[in-house]
């Protein structure tokens, strides 16, 4: 059985860092592509933040780019999400999101098998 399970979120000042995990089990993690994606009230799930599982080539969402930080541990199956100088805009539901097929097009939803539940992140300004 495959489980997602995020942590790390909170609560967490304009200008201020976190640092979310996703602890991964009951698929092969270190042959998937893995990816974090949030969701804003009211919104559709978007693209933060993907790694490749045989390179670790990653790719970032725009808004983020310079801020955010995606790394992997192929041994613990964990994937991590490092935020810096967060904004209240970037308050929402973050996910960790599986890709064992390793399709190509990672900013999409539909190219993930299995998510998390979520963890909340909270900024104030």
């Known amino acids: 059985q495959v489980h997602l399970v995020e942590s790390g979120g909170g609560s967490v000042q304009a200008g201020g860092s976190l640092r979310l995990s996703c602890a991964a089990s009951?698929?092969?993690?270190?042959?998937?592509?893995m990816a974090w994606f949030r969701q804003f009230q009211g919104q559709e799930r978007s693209f933060v933040a993907s790694?490749?599982?045989?390179?670790?080539?990653?790719s970032y969402a725009n808004s983020v780019k310079g801020r955010v930080n995606i790394t992997r541990d192929n041994v613990e199956n964990i994937l991590y999400l490092q935020m810096n100088d967060l904004k209240p805009e970037e308050t929402a539901v973050y996910y960790c999101?599986?890709?064992?097929?390793?399709?190509?097009?990672?900013?999409?939803?539909?190219?993930?098998?299995?998510w998390g539940q979520g963890t909340q992140v909270i900024v104030s300004s």
């Open positions: 790694i490749t599982w045989n390179n670790g080539r990653t």
């Open positions: 009951g698929f092969t993690f270190s042959r998937s592509t």
């Open positions: 999101a599986a890709d064992v097929m390793v399709r190509s097009r990672v900013v999409l939803r539909s190219s993930y098998d299995y």
